[in-house]
């Protein structure tokens, strides 16, 4: 093994932007709350419905920049998850006739299972061996949801029809705009339980295995409970991304869950920029509206179109969208530097 | 005892398939340390561009040929203009740049080429081997030809200089760069060989899967379980993975009820994980030894 490959095996896997922490303060967030809560009034109901797409797709990148920005760990696989996630809320809503609601915590039990499941084997492979398995688990996923086996419950290549659902106690929304409501707030309650997790005990046991896995063991963290339990949690909340999704779309079939989402996934993760929860949303809005604009020029495009955005976030700010916000930062701490200290630290 | 043979020998031919996608892998990972997710993709394309020029009118051996200058080029461009500059970003920057490539390269083919699944001609044609039941003129000339393939490479790594020298970059790069070779344009060429050997798969196995931008998903995955199973520091290993891999696949296909088409790329997961986590470095690997 050459010199150059060993130390940069020691390195840490993930550059997370040397320390520099950018959270949204309590006045942006506030604005961005309220906006997104006005958003169901001024728009139609397929924008509704995209926005309520850009969240779901949020949650589920936020999941895998748990698992990347906190634990240090890759996946390629989290369609699996989220396929999974899906699966489960529409057997339970088709064939059990359960509330929509009532299904998601299962979904995210369900998949919390498999990922910790998964996360076993998967502990002792780290890097670009721990990408390759879940590549390998995404491109099996549609032909495990095709089995005859378990074709009486998933229907088989035709996949099963979800019922979109009513506003409660004769709300007067639409459909749409109560589905945007309902995962609007589940993103929020995910949003700040991922937060406190990070900035808890256990967040930064993971963020020390990310760092140093080795000197992490020597300070003695559990290496091997953290990593599966970062895998666990991630999966979990990807599967009830999943389940959302699979309210939202009304239908689930074995091709929607191919590796393309779980690129999409991950290409959202690293245009948010891995390790900053807030840059989820942006690269979930990347990963939705960036292919239907490319679709809308030429059919077959879109894949070609965010490659080459990806390309140039890549060359330009390998730290995604946490770059820019950084660079913003600075900007606004230049305008008010007498001010004292800034809102937005 | 006769479908015994028959699925060994229809395994070996797929499996060398493998060995050559598993080969283009592992040719990459010494060079640069990281897996190409895209060689399935860039295989594919290669074989799209064989088939645009049969279908010009150019006699077939010709084609084939002039695809693998072209991808071998190609393999060169892309690691100069793409890759060079992520050498030294971490594993996760690289694996963003190969998904990207992944999802260019397989939308470009669909645009230029559209999704309609399309048959690719066989040179060698369809009917059995020499008389015998056991294996199709395919299947063999398949096989004749990527140990041809195989054969070169060996020679060129063992006994020209140019060989020699890229496997002192791959395996010593400073050492290498101390007694005056080029390690940079080394890895570029291992790019450039490792496009090439993919196309030969692509070319080969597409008569077999259909020519259509999807056609290597299952190709690559099969490869990825060879190179891992052969030890991804070993390509020697890789070729070895990869007809054991074949042979595997036949055999389970055959013998093991309810797992024919359906379960296919689950087998291959789960072999990969299990020789990752049995046995990380493959049967011919070195371990890696990690510092702190």
Redesign the interface.
Known sequence: MSANRESAAGAPAVDTGSGQAVTLGTATSIVILLLLLAVPLFFKNFIIFQLTTVLIYGIAVLALNILTGGSGQFSLGHSAFYALGAYTSAILIEHAGMNYALTLPISGVVCFAMGFLFGLPALRLSGVYLALATFALAVATPQLLKLGVLEPWTGGVQGLTVDKPDAPFGLPVSQDAWLYYFTLVVAIAIYIASVNLLSSRSGRAMMAIRDNEIAASAMGINVALYKTLAFGISAGITGIAGGLGAIAVQYVAPDSFTIQLAIALFLGMVVGGVGWLPGSIVGAAFIVFIPNVAESVSKGLSGAVSGILLFVVIFLAPNGARQVALAFQAMIGGFKKNHGGSNVC | MELLSNQILAGIATGAIYACMALALVMIYQAI???N?AQGEMAMFSTFMAWQMIQWGMPYWAAFVLTLMLSFIGGIVIERL?FR??AK?????N???F??????V???A??IW??TIKPFPSPFGASPFLGSQLISTHQAGMIGVILLVLAILFFFFRFTRIGLAMRAAA????SARLVGINTSWMIALGWGMAAAVGAVAGMLIAPVVFLEPNMM??V??YG??AA?LGGLSSPLGAVVGGFLVGIFENLVGTYIP?AGN?????L??AL??IV??VK?SGLFGHT?????
Do not use: N, Y
């Not at chain 2, 890696?288 to 702190?292: G, Y």
């Open positions: 340390g990281h897996l997710f793409l500059p992520l970003a971490p594993i996760l920057t694996l963003a740049g998904l990207a490539l992944f999802a260019i397989s939308s470009v669909g645009l559209d999704f395996i010593q790069p400073e998903g299952g690559l995955i990825f379980a891992v309810g359906e379960l296919k790329l689950p291959a997961l990969i994980v990752l986590v990380p890696v030894v990690r510092q702190v």
